[in-house]
């Protein structure tokens, strides 16, 4: 008889099997904590009232009023589910008005909006790119974007995190590839916090007749005038071809856009399996990006991303002060510098993180953990962050916080990565 394999051997085997039973001895597993309260500055986690800083609700809009309404508004017209896909019977007139504000918002001649951001990195990418094609991404990309890689079969280049040097080198490399070449990477990078040199990116792209997508799910809402994200910031909207967003961050929702030119976004409409064989989202999805966009793109848009920029200033310029080594505010081409509402501390080992992040999760505050492979082999670290809700009381509470458990922590532990001199 031939000797079979176990599908399920390597579930039972994985080295991440052992270690995730190793920290629930420890009760050091920082994922997949219960969450009691909406996503608001502080609160209810298990039993207990923490200051939330592992967030992505950058503008605070899950608890807005107008946002809310605007799910329930959606929710009693068309209840609960569409129970079809956008090509069938899923698409709603909210749906079309969405795309159409959003595509005004990015400046872009056309909009699709997928039910998740997932899907709309997965559906542009693993649609537009085929076997003959080369994509070349940076290191630090979200996964959604690999995935899309994978899903076309294209001919995938990376390069280590925003190493223009090595981005050159890799368009060098895909013109003798023989197909398109489409450069993908993250306006603002999801666990370092820093912003895309998208100026020089772009200037590559032109120079090897390369297309340019940018990923703006920590941008937008954030960063630029309009809150447009990272490419307004950096006035290169004319010069970037697709861009993406989800609704999960500064949008109080879910779901994803691709946004560009109209005949792109015309086919994918009709080629992008992610959109075309998954259901629509639900109503109150639907209306609630669309309030939040409308919030965004109102007077009251400006304030909220000028607090949630100042409370990430705030944040980095506390936890340097305390020693932590966290990641620097990027320096801009006009010499200024941004802060993005993302600011990770380095902690570099991996235990060391998790028992870290167990301190800090006793002593009253919630931040994420990342670990190998979501960050490079030591590079773990904490990833916090900000919303414009934060009052400087509360952020001023959970830098205390920091204070006592690094104290406490190095005493035990061992010292902590020190500040960039």
Not at 56 to 84: F, K, M, P, S, W
Not at 378 to 404: I, N, P, Q, Y
Request: aromatic letters at 6%; hydrophobic letters at 45%; charged letters at 20%.
């Amino acid at each position: 008889m031939p000797t079979t394999v176990d599908v399920f051997e390597k579930a039972r085997t994985h080295e991440r099997v052992a270690q995730l039973a190793a920290a629930r001895e420890l009760d050091a597993v920082p994922y997949f904590r219960t969450l009691e309260s909406a996503t608001a500055p502080v609160v209810e986690m298990e039993g207990a009232r923490r200051i939330m800083l592992g967030s992505n609700n950058y503008l605070g809009l899950t608890g807005d009023e107008r946002v809310i309404q605007g799910a329930l508004d959606a929710l009693h017209r068309y209840g609960t589910g569409l129970t079809g896909s956008r090509l069938l019977n899923g698409t709603l007139d909210i749906h079309l008005e969405l795309e159409r504000e959003l595509a005004e918002w990015f400046g872009t001649e056309d909009a699709i909006v997928y039910t998740t951001g997932h899907q709309a990195n997965l559906g542009a990418i693993g649609t537009i790119l085929g076997p003959g094609d080369t994509v070349i991404v940076d290191s630090g990309d979200h996964a959604s974007i690999l995935d899309g890689v994978l899903l076309s079969r294209a001919k995938m280049r990376a390069f280590r995190h925003n190493r223009l040097d090595l981005l050159e080198k890799r368009l060098e490399q895909a013109t003798g590839d023989g197909g398109g070449i489409l450069v993908v990477v993250d306006g603002v990078f999801s666990m370092e916090g820093d912003v895309a040199p998208l100026v020089e990116i772009a200037d590559l792209c032109q120079r090897f007749g390369a297309r340019l997508m940018v990923d703006e799910a920590h941008g937008l809402g954030v960063l630029g005038a309009r809150g447009a994200g990272t490419c307004e910031l950096l006035g290169i909207e004319d010069r970037v071809d697709l861009r993406m967003a989800t609704f999960s961050k500064s949008l109080a929702s879910c779901g994803g856009v691709i946004a560009g030119p109209a005949d792109v976004v015309e086919f994918l409409r009709i080629q992008s399996r992610p959109f075309l064989f998954t259901a629509s989202a639900v109503p109150a999805a639907v209306g609630a990006a669309l309030a939040a966009v409308r919030v965004c793109r109102s007077q009251d848009g400006p304030p909220l991303f000028a607090s949630v920029l100042e409370n990430a200033y705030y944040l980095n310029d506390g936890l340097r002060a305390l020693g932590f080594h966290v990641v620097d505010p990027t320096t801009l081409p006009d010499g200024t510098t941004v802060a993005t509402p993302v600011v990770p501390v380095l902690v570099a080992d991996d235990w060391k993180a998790a028992l870290l992040w167990r301190a800090l999760y006793e002593a009253g505050v919630y931040v994420n953990v990342g670990l190998h492979p979501a960050v490079p082999p030591g590079g773990a670290l904490l990833r916090t962050s900000v919303m414009a809700t934060h009052d400087r009381a509360t952020l001023d509470s959970a830098l205390d916080a920091f204070e006592r458990v690094k104290r406490e922590f190095e005493a035990e532990h061992g010292p902590l990565p020190a500040p960039r001199p």
